[in-house]
């Protein structure tokens, strides 16, 4: 019924804001070693910052809002860290399209891209750069007809002014 | 769908202009990407804790190197312990949500 993150290095849950009863999505690393970080977890806290400062910055509500990220204890008595965001509950564009087999119509497709291009607009006017703009990159809210558009992962997201020198995105894009 | 070929298609990371072929993470948005080249270049070793709080969104930093003149919010220069410590909270997670996370995970 939902759609979640894929990847292997989280687990993914449903859960309930106890301050607003609104449905979230709870992300809990696998690996994740504060004491050591490698690459993969500096990269998730660099774009979980960045989802945050997204947060701060604009109301959009066309971007992924982070909720936050907490230190959480395993079972096995582990730390690790679950970062909760909103609730994408109608999966991406992408299997939404393939699902319909026929696509969307031409008025449902303007809808969708303009909501697309206002994220991206707010993405922008942060200072941001999403640069893996893709159908699977956007999510949709809910499973209704009128679902509208999350612009979503960040994880090659840079801002403004910082060195951009290699060739980033998917390459079947 | 023709034009849409790869779910999860192959991405390509900034650090080596070689393919990832594990895929791409969606879902709740947070992807598992090896992008490094944030660190190029900018010295986030002179950031202290002194600088977060309201600052961490708020002040700009200058990035040195050849893109010399340009300022980026400070977050972007930022080093994993200033990320970790300002982003991760220590709250009781229980607490606030409603969950359960010894069942079965809805997607791993």
């Known amino acids: ?173 | 769908m023709t034009g849409i070929a790869y779910k999860g298609g192959p991405r390509l990371k900034p650090d080596s202009g070689t393919v990832d072929t594990k895929g791409v993470a969606i879902g709740c948005g947070i992807s598992n990407s090896n992008e490094d080249e944030r660190a190029a270049n900018v010295d986030a070793s002179s950031h202290t804790s002194k600088s977060l709080g309201d600052s961490y969104y708020n002040d700009m930093a200058a990035v040195p190197g050849d893109a010399g003149g340009f300022t980026v919010p400070k977050v972007a220069t930022m080093n994993f312990a200033q990320l970790h410590g300002h982003v991760v909270q220590k709250t009781d997670f229980y607490e606030r949500f409603e969950c359960n996370l010894r069942s079965r995970p809805l997607a791993s």
């Not at chain 1, 939404?96 to 922008?124: D, P, Q, T, W």
Request: proline share 2%; charged share 25%; with cysteine.
């Open chain 1, 1 to 173: 019924m939902f759609y979640f993150l894929r990847g292997g290095y989280a687990d993914v849950f449903i859960g309930k804001d106890r301050t607003n009863g609104e449905m979230v999505a709870i992300k809990r690393l696998k690996r994740f070693n504060s004491a050591y970080p490698g690459i993969s977890e500096q990269a998730v806290m660099k774009e979980v910052a960045i989802i945050d400062f997204l947060g701060k910055k604009s109301s959009a509500k066309y971007l992924l809002r982070l909720i936050g990220a907490w230190e959480l204890v395993t079972p096995s008595g582990r730390k690790t860290v679950a970062i909760v965001t909103n609730l994408a509950a109608g999966g991406d564009l992408f299997e939404s399209i393939a699902a319909m087999g026929h696509g969307y119509n031409e008025k449902s497709a303007a809808r969708l891209f303009k909501e697309a291009c206002e994220g991206v607009k707010a993405l922008h006017s942060c200072g941001l750069l999403h640069r893996d703009l893709k159908p699977e990159n956007l999510l949709l809210s809910s499973k209704a007809d009128d679902a509208h558009v999350i612009v979503a992962d960040f994880g090659l997201a840079e801002f403004t002014g910082m060195p951009m020198r290699r060739v980033v995105g998917t390459l079947s894009y």
